[in-house]
Nanobody
């Protein structure tokens, strides 16, 4: 089992910045993909950023150039630095971990955090 706990959400004005953190614990060695997802009210959950094994992070087009996904291996903490935030970035943000072989599959293929709310006002 892997436990994930997000923090750092909040409310900001458009153009502002936030950094989300995700503390990972448990059987982390059983996972080789980690990522951030978000779900806006009334919409489906979407991938924001993913690290596939040891590759550089990949980003959704909507956040490319504004968000940066990093990982501190020493503390097993994931970070999502979000700059130039827009109202359309408003969502609950989740971190996730799992096997890359099942990453594109259903949500139950991944471990999930409880989510943290990000609200961007115009």
């Amino acid at each position: 089992q892997v436990q994930l706990k997000e923090s750092g959400g909040g409310s900001v004005q458009a153009g502002g910045s936030l950094t989300l953190s995700c503390a990972a614990s448990g059987s982390i060695s059983s996972t080789d993909c980690m990522g951030w997802f978000r779900q806006a009210s009334g919409k489906e959950r979407e991938a924001v950023a993913t690290i596939w094994r040891y590759d550089n992070p990949g980003y959704a087009n909507s956040v490319k150039g504004r968000f940066t996904f990093s990982k501190d291996k020493a503390t097993n903490t994931l970070y999502l630095q979000m700059n130039s935030l827009k109202p359309e970035d408003t969502a609950v943000y989740y971190c996730a971990a799992g096997r890359c072989s099942g990453w594109s599959g259903p949500p139950e293929n991944k471990y999930w955090g409880q989510g943290t709310q990000v609200t961007v006002s115009s």
